[in-house]
Nanobody, 127 residues
């Protein structure tokens, strides 16, 4: 069993930066993929950034060039570095983990890969 705990959310002004962390408790296999998702009020959950065990990354078009996903395997921690934040980035951000399949790179945000989810951390960006 894996437990994911997010932290680092908060309120910032547009143009600011935040770093989200996701601590993973339990055994994380090297073949796991991990990702960040977000959900704004009244909107569907969307994938933001994801990383596979070999370090391959994938980003939503809306955050490319502004967000960076990284992981510290020694600490079993996933990060999301968010720069140049915009009001439209306001959402609850969730960390997720699961076993990747061969077609992960084609569908990195498909819910089929992610078995474990955190409780979320709120990010609010004001204009």
């Amino acid at each position: 069993q894996v437990q994911l705990v997010e932290s680092g959310g908060g309120s910032v002004q547009a143009g600011g930066s935040l770093r989200l962390s996701c601590a993973a408790y339990g055994y994380i296999y090297s073949t796991y993929c991990m990702g960040w998702f977000r959900q704004a009020p009244g909107k569907e959950r969307e994938g933001v950034a994801a990383i596979e065990g070999d370090g391959s990354t994938s980003y939503a078009d809306s955050v490319k060039g502004r967000f960076t996903i990284s992981q510290d395997n020694a600490k079993n921690t996933l990060y999301l570095h968010m720069n140049s934040l915009k009001p439209e980035d306001t959402a609850m951000y969730y960390c997720a983990a699961g076993t990747c399949g061969g077609s992960w790179s084609s569908h990195p945000f498909s819910p089929m890969w992610y078995n474990y989810w955190g409780q979320g951390t709120q990010v609010t960006v004001s204009s």
